[in-house]
């Protein structure tokens, strides 16, 4: 296995369309809430270090986590960081901090502080547990995190589909940053990079890749929306038309696209649900940013019919998290 020294690969789910009996998985499942934030390794370690998923490096971003964990045993945590505003979780506030460091890192925790939502236990006093199951791994969580700072929060997990679908009933549609459920065997191992886990998500969004876009890469006017199946990067739809604010959060997370990009300069009107359906002149970008993007349900030939609306980027997804609708 490999080391707990950063960068480390997480442990991902795959998607349901409901959520999972009790009997799903190796164990028995345990059912844990569907954070709205950003996922978050921390190594409590010398020096203490934070991860995103992709292995970038967050630790001047969030002063404040790092202080809370350093509190802690030696250890390595899993788990999400989130900001809360206003009574529910405010995506955009973390993603702002992102980028942060130094005086402006500290002024932006000590005005939008973040919490980190924990919910795994990856190391304990230099003892790798990623083979131990998670039934072992949570116990010694519990016990790592008893009297922690109150930057740092425990995931609530249960055994009871019921009370799982009571807090779908009582969160996640009151959109406060409940987003759905992750159903986890008990016996089951950490394995990074492996989709062993269960995520049933509430909200009919999709992850989507941006292969283009109208209008330019610095004023991005509607998005062009791409998913690879058989390693081929297929144009599924594109949005409506983007606001000002969406077209400034967009532009930096844009990069144009080489000689190489697969799709023409010119696309069909009808393929990204544009009106009138005539040629639309697009500029190609690298199909690596996700955004997330409500979507009708009629994907029909490989594209949807209509536009869909953005919702966010997802910088912090990978282009294999965007998989082909079923």
């Not at 922690?148 to 055994?159: I, Y």
Request: glycine share 10%; hydrophobic share 40%.
């Amino acid at each position: 296995m490999a080391t707990t020294r950063p960068p480390l690969e997480v442990m991902l789910a795959r998607r349901v369309e409901r959520i999972p009996a009790g009997s799903a998985l190796p164990g028995g499942v345990l059912y844990e809430q569907k954070w709205d934030g950003y996922r978050l390794v921390a190594f409590n370690t010398e020096p203490a270090f934070l991860q995103s998923r992709r292995g970038a490096n967050l630790t001047a971003a969030f002063p404040e986590v790092v202080s809370a964990i350093c509190e802690l045993p030696e250890c390595v945590l899993d788990g999400e960081l989130v900001i809360w505003g206003d009574g529910a979780l405010d995506f955009p506030a973390l993603l702002q901090r992102m980028a942060a460091r130094g005086g402006n890192a500290r002024r932006l925790a000590a005005a939008r502080p973040a919490n980190y939502v924990v919910f795994d236990l990856l190391s304990r006093e230099g003892t790798d547990l990623r083979r131990e199951p998670l039934r072992v791994r949570r116990a010694q969580l519990e016990e790592v995190i008893v009297g922690a700072p109150a930057t740092l929060m425990l995931s609530p997990a249960t055994r009871d589909r019921s009370v799982a679908e009571d807090w779908l009933s009582r969160y996640a549609t009151a959109h406060v940053g409940i987003e759905g459920i992750v159903a986890k065997g008990l016996d089951q191992p950490y394995r990074g990079g492996a989709r062993d886990w269960l995520k049933y998500r509430h909200r009919e969004t999709v992850d989507v890749l941006v292969g283009a876009v109208t209008g330019s890469v610095s004023k991005p006017d509607r998005l062009v929306l791409g998913l690879y199946r058989d390693d081929t990067l297929h144009i599924v739809g594109g949005t409506s038309a983007l606001s000002e604010h969406q077209q400034r959060e967009l532009a930096p997370l844009l990069v144009a696209a080489g000689d190489d990009h697969p799709w023409p300069e010119v696309i069909g009107g009808g393929h990204i649900g544009y009106w009138g359906g005539r040629d639309v002149a697009v500029t190609r970008v690298e199909p690596d940013l996700v955004v997330e993007v409500a979507a009708d349900s009629a994907f029909e030939h490989g594209r949807w019919r209509h536009v869909t609306r953005f919702i966010r980027p997802r910088p912090d997804l990978q282009p294999a998290d965007a998989v082909w609708p079923q």
